[in-house]
C-alpha cells in the first residue's frame, strides 16, 4: 500500500515536471505584427517568408538574458528563415533598469550588441559597476553614449514601453512570432517558435525567402534586422 502511493506520488511528480517544462502550447493573439514590431523595426522588416521573434525584456532579469541567448541559438539554427528583435520592457524594481536599457540602445550607436555587451550583470547585481566604467572597458565613447542615452536610446525606450503596455505585457521576458501571413502567436520559449513554423508557411501565400521587392532592407547574415535585431 506505502510502496503504491509513493509510487502514484513520483508519477505525478514526474508529470507536473514534464508539463512545466513543456509550458503551455503557443497561441494566436488578436494584433497586428506592426503592433509588436514598433513603427521603426516594421518599415525594415524584410517581406517574404521571414518570421521575426520579437523578445520584449529587462536587461535586469536573469530570464530574459537566458531567453535571449536561447532565441540567438534558435534564430542562428534557422538561417534566412527567422530574424531576431529585441525590444526594451524595463519591469525590474532595480530602478537602474531602465537606465541599463538606454545604456545598451545608445551602446548600439556604436557597434555594440546585447549579446557582446556581457556585462550587463554588473550593472544590475550587487556590485552595480558604474555605467561609465562598463563604457571605458567596453571601449566606448562615454560622451557621446551619454547624449545617444538622453536622446535617440530614450525615444526608443519609451516607445517600447508603449507599446508593451499596449500589447497587456506584465512580466519578462515577452517573447511573440510574426508571421509572414500576419498572424502573431504569443510564445512561452524561444523554442516554440518551431511548432508554428510549418502551419504558417502552409497558410502563408507570401513570395519564398529572397523573393523580395527591390530596394528592401535583409538581414545580416547571423539572421538580424537593423536596430531591434542587436542581440
Given at each position: 500500500?506505502?510502496?503504491?502511493?509513493?509510487?502514484?506520488?513520483l508519477c505525478i511528480a514526474v508529470?507536473?515536471?514534464v508539463s512545466a517544462r513543456r509550458g503551455p502550447r503557443p497561441y494566436r493573439v488578436p494584433v497586428a505584427?506592426?503592433?509588436?514590431?514598433g513603427p521603426e523595426q516594421w518599415a525594415?522588416?524584410?517581406r517574404g517568408n521571414r518570421f521575426v521573434l520579437v523578445v520584449f525584456l529587462d536587461y535586469c532579469c536573469p530570464a530574459c538574458a537566458?531567453?535571449?541567448?536561447r532565441a540567438a541559438a534558435l534564430v542562428s539554427g534557422q538561417p534566412g528563415r527567422i530574424v531576431l528583435c529585441v525590444r526594451n520592457y524595463p519591469l525590474s524594481v532595480d530602478?537602474?533598469?531602465?537606465?541599463?536599457?538606454?545604456?545598451v540602445e545608445a551602446a548600439k550607436f556604436q557597434g555594440r550588441s546585447p549579446t557582446s555587451i556581457g556585462t550587463l550583470p554588473d550593472a544590475c547585481g550587487r556590485t552595480r559597476a558604474p555605467l561609465r566604467d562598463l563604457a571605458r572597458r567596453l571601449g566606448l565613447d562615454w560622451p557621446r553614449l551619454s547624449r545617444d542615452m538622453a536622446g535617440v536610446a530614450s525615444r526608443t525606450v519609451a516607445q517600447d514601453e508603449r507599446d508593451g503596455r499596449a500589447l497587456g505585457i506584465r512580466g519578462t521576458p515577452a517573447?511573440?512570432?510574426c508571421c509572414p501571413d500576419g498572424s502573431v502567436y504569443r510564445l512561452r520559449a524561444p523554442e516554440q517558435a518551431e511548432r508554428v513554423l510549418p502551419?504558417?508557411?502552409?497558410?502563408?501565400?507570401?513570395?519564398?525567402?529572397?523573393?523580395?521587392?527591390?530596394?528592401?532592407?535583409r538581414p545580416s547574415g547571423t539572421g538580424e534586422i537593423a536596430r531591434c535585431a542587436h542581440a
Open positions: 500500500m506505502v510502496l503504491g502511493v509513493l509510487a502514484l506520488a508529470a507536473v515536471r505584427a506592426k503592433d509588436v514590431l525594415r522588416v524584410p537566458d531567453a535571449v541567448r530602478r537602474r533598469a531602465r537606465e541599463v536599457a538606454l545604456f517573447l511573440f512570432l502551419m504558417a508557411l502552409l497558410r502563408s501565400q507570401t513570395p519564398p525567402w529572397g523573393a523580395t521587392s527591390p530596394g528592401t532592407p
